[in-house]
């Protein structure tokens, strides 16, 4: 059954707050917690990235490197059931001077506990 477009609006709102704020606490542990056990991860500039242990290296990696300060301004979220996806724009910091930014779409599948987790994630 689909939710509200403005329920579920706040809870892909309130997952992407979360994302961000593991992320930019350095925490490539909490950033993986957020997937699900079989989520994607599609960089554009790497090999498909599957799996929470390859997903806690990949973010990892990127905090290493210094990419901080990351946001996502959502732009449109549907649900149909338990499977729902935002769309927005992303950025973020790296280095000295270094300014990243970009389209995000993240897809989430709601688990058996109610929670929100990503289930497939891309953005350019």
Not at 9 to 35: C, I, P, T
Not at 75 to 93: F, H, L, M, N, Q
Request: charged content about 20%; some cysteine; glycine content about 8%.
């Amino acid at each position: 059954m689909a939710q509200p477009t403005e329920n579920i609006r706040e809870v892909l709102q309130k997952a992407n707050d979360g994302w961000n704020s593991a992320f930019n606490s350095g925490n490539a542990d909490a950033v993986a917690a957020l997937y699900t056990p079989d989520a994607v991860v599609l960089p554009s500039t790497h090999a498909f990235v599957r799996g929470t242990s390859a997903i806690k290296d990949f973010w990892k990696e990127l905090i290493s490197a210094g990419v901080r300060n990351h946001g996502i301004e959502l732009v449109d979220a549907v649900a149909a059931g338990d499977i729902a996806y935002a769309t927005g724009k992303w950025s973020a910091e790296g280095g000295e001077t270094q300014r990243y930014e970009g389209s995000i779409v993240t897809i989430f599948r709601r688990e058996t506990d109610g929670s929100w987790r990503v289930c497939l994630h891309t953005w350019n």
